[in-house]
């Protein structure tokens, strides 16, 4: 009896980590933090099907990846990104977006990218 006792809590105390370690180190907590902190991430999954999400001096972005042909290869040729909340884009100059655009040039460098309202008539 006593070692199905003891068996019972070191699963738990495992069970315990495992969480602990799985909540440390997900994405939605690192762009959290990244936003709090007035950082640049980008968190993006290699599937192409699925958007990204992006945080810039305390603003998230969200963007939707569009595969194509590029120089008889299939890429990434477009993405379109938009903001999470209109309100936080307070502050944002010029150079901020195109800061955001070199960064995103760095990892999709065939994709055109296409800012969604209110962004676009910003630029």
């Known amino acids: 009896m006593v070692w199905l006792v003891r068996f019972v ?4 105390i495992f069970f315990f980590f495992y969480f602990a370690l799985k909540f440390l180190f997900t994405s939605k907590r690192k762009l959290e933090a990244a936003r709090k902190q007035k950082r640049f991430l980008l968190l993006d999954n290699e599937d192409v099907r699925k958007n ?6 305390g603003v998230v972005f969200a963007g939707e990846k569009y595969m194509g042909t590029a120089d ?3 890429d990434v040729v477009s993405i379109s990104i938009w903001p999470e909340n209109s309100i936080s884009l307070k502050g944002l100059i010029k150079d901020d ?3 955001m655009d ?3 040039l760095e ?4 994709a055109k ?3 969604k309202s209110p962004v676009k008539e910003f630029l």
């Open 52 to 57: 990204f999400l992006l945080t810039y001096q």
């Open 107 to 110: 990892r999709y460098p065939h």
């Open 102 to 104: 070199k960064k995103i």
């Open 113 to 115: 990218i296409n800012w």
């Open 9 to 12: 809590l070191l699963f738990f």
């Open 97 to 99: 977006f195109i800061y």
């Open 72 to 74: 008889n290869t299939f």
